[in-house]
């Protein structure tokens, strides 16, 4: 069965602070994606990466970096030099392709970062 | 790009009213929309997906004929909350996709606070 799991509930760090926020997933299909969004205490969710199960490489964009490890099943997000804009909820999603693009979301960890 | 506006951001009304919220594509085709509930502090849950002139696949538990969805055009799907009760009140969240042929991200509306009395 598909799952995602994000065991921080909650994280607190002190701004220029690097954080890192975990997501492990479960899946039996060999073709997957793996999203993380940003929810803002506004509401929306903002995409922020789109990995794919054959696509191992790290990326790193400005701040932000993600480590995709599927031989831990794991696609963590790092903050480096956290700023207080950088508090919200970060949720990571699975989606299993062909399919229905349907999303399988973690729980969420809020992040909140503190001046 | 791939902006999707949905409204209203808020709505607060009497038990016994429907309710309607609008999820539109601004600036892409959305082949597929996508209906969430959120509670506080919770994750979202995935009420039913949407496809462009065809009914809606709904989840297990959530009820057809209380969220009623039409998705008439490639840009616009709409979910009617009938006779609403105070139990339905949630953050209700559209998101939508551009195409079928990849595995492009669901883009998200900015989500309707809905409060029923």
């Known amino acids: 069965a598909q799952k995602v799991t994000q065991a921080q509930t909650e994280i607190s760090v002190v701004e220029k602070e690097d954080v890192t926020l975990d997501c492990v997933y479960e899946?039996?299909?060999?073709?997957?994606?793996l999203f993380w969004y940003k929810q803002p205490p506004s509401g929306e969710l903002v995409f922020l990466i789109r990995?794919?199960?054959?696509?191992?490489q790290n990326e790193i964009s400005g701040r932000y970096s993600w480590n995709f490890q599927k031989s831990t099943s794991s696609f963590n997000f790092t903050i480096t030099a956290s700023q207080v804009v950088d508090s919200a909820v970060y949720f990571c999603?699975?989606?299993?392709?062909?399919?229905?693009?349907?999303?399988?979301f973690g729980t969420g960890t809020r992040l909140k970062v503190l001046a | 790009g791939a902006v999707v506006s949905q409204h209203p951001s808020r709505v607060i009304c009497k038990s016994g009213t429907s309710v309607k919220i609008e999820c539109r594509s601004l600036?892409?085709?959305?082949?597929?929309m996508f209906w969430y509930r959120q509670f506080p502090k919770q994750s979202l849950m995935l009420m039913a997906t949407s496809n462009e002139g065809s009914k809606a696949t709904y989840e297990q538990g959530v009820e057809k004929d209380k969220f009623l969805i039409n998705h008439a055009s490639l840009t616009l799907s709409t979910l009617t909350v009938t006779s609403a009760h105070p139990e339905d009140s949630s953050f209700y969240i559209c998101?939508?996709?551009?195409?079928?042929?990849?595995?492009?991200?669901?883009?998200f509306g900015d989500g309707t606070r809905l409060s029923i009395l």
């Open positions: 990995r794919n199960s054959f696509d191992e």
């Open positions: 899946t039996r299909d060999t073709t997957y994606y």
């Open positions: 600036d892409f085709q959305a082949t597929t």
């Open positions: 998101s939508a996709r551009a195409s079928r042929a990849e595995h492009q991200p669901q883009h």
């Open positions: 999603a699975l989606s299993e392709a062909p399919g229905t693009y349907k999303y399988i």
